[in-house]
C-alpha cells in the first residue's frame, strides 16, 4: 500500500489530494499547522494526522520523527502547503513580507524534503510532487490569453518561480527519486478568495496524476490537469 504525506492538507487542494488518494488506496498522512483543523479533517477523510508547521524545524523534524515511528517510511511527499501574500502595488512591499511568503514557499519545501528523504528511501519507488503554479511561469505570465497575465502577486509568483527551478535541481540530484511539479490552474480556493474557475477536483488533477504514476513516468516535469508543461 502506498504511504503518501501531504502539507497543508486540511482544506482546498491539500485536502481534496487527500481524498482522492485515500479512494484510490492510498495511506495518506495528513499534515496540517493547525491541530485542530487537521485532526477534524483526517478524520472526516479517514487519514493519519500528523502535525506540522513547514516554517518551523523542530515541527519538521518532529513530524518525520512521528512518521518514522509509526509507519517506518513514505513512498509519495506532496509539498502542498502554501501562502499568497500581498497583492497589488507593490510600492510598500517589504523585506519581511517577502521573508514571509519564501518561508512556507521555498524554504519550507526544502525543509520537508530534507526531514523526509530518509523515509522516502526506504521506498521502492519513492516520489516528490511540489505543487507549484503556471503564475510563476514566465510564458504564462507574458500571455495575455491566459489568466495568470493580468493577476499581480509579486511575493507569490516569485516563490513559486523559485521553486520550479529548485524541483528540477531536486530531480538533477536525486535520480533515485521522482520529483516532480503540478501546476493546478485557477482553482477557487482560500488562496484566491475562490475566485478560480476550476473546481479544487480540477485542480488536484495533476497532483493526483503525479502521485499514482507508474514507476520510470520521468522526473524534472512540471505538470498541469492537461498534460506536461514547458518550462518557461
Known amino acids: 500500500m502506498t504511504i503518501t504525506f501531504i502539507t497543508g492538507a486540511n482544506k482546498g487542494l491539500g485536502r481534496e489530494t487527500a481524498r482522492r488518494l485515500i479512494e484510490l488506496g492510498h495511506t495518506v498522512l495528513l499534515g496540517a499547522r493547525d491541530p485542530e483543523r487537521g485532526a477534524e479533517a483526517a478524520a472526516a477523510l479517514g487519514a493519519r494526522f500528523v502535525p506540522i508547521d513547514v516554517t518551523d524545524d523542530a515541527s519538521v523534524a518532529a513530524a518525520a520523527a512521528d512518521v518514522a515511528g509509526h509507519e517506518g517510511s513514505i513512498d ?6 502554501g501562502v499568497h501574500g500581498p497583492s497589488g502595488d507593490p510600492s510598500a512591499l517589504t523585506g519581511a513580507d517577502a521573508l514571509a511568503v519564501l518561508d512556507v514557499n521555498l524554504a519550507g519545501v526544502v525543509r520537508t524534503t530534507t526531514a523526509f528523504l530518509p523515509l ?5 519507488d519513492p516520489v516528490i510532487v511540489n505543487v507549484s503554479s503556471g ?12 489568466p495568470e497575465s493580468r493577476v499581480v502577486a509579486p511575493l507569490y509568483t516569485a516563490s513559486k518561480a523559485a521553486l520550479t527551478m529548485l524541483t528540477t535541481q531536486y530531480a538533477k540530484a536525486l535520480p533515485g527519486i521522482r520529483v ?3 501546476d ?3 482553482t477557487a480556493t482560500d488562496l484566491n478568495g475562490h475566485t478560480g474557475p476550476q473546481t479544487v477536483t480540477e485542480g488536484t488533477d495533476a497532483i493526483v496524476g503525479l ?5 520510470g513516468a520521468g522526473s524534472g516535469r512540471f505538470v498541469d490537469r492537461h498534460g506536461e508543461v514547458a518550462w518557461s
Open 211 to 215: 502521485a499514482t504514476e507508474r514507476p
Open 180 to 182: 516532480n511539479a503540478a
Open 184 to 186: 493546478p490552474g485557477y
Open 76 to 81: 509519495v511527499l506532496i509539498n502542498n502547503a
Open 120 to 124: 522516502l528511501r526506504r521506498s521502492a
Open 135 to 146: 503564475m510563476g511561469s514566465l510564458a504564462h505570465t507574458h500571455d495575455p490569453s491566459r
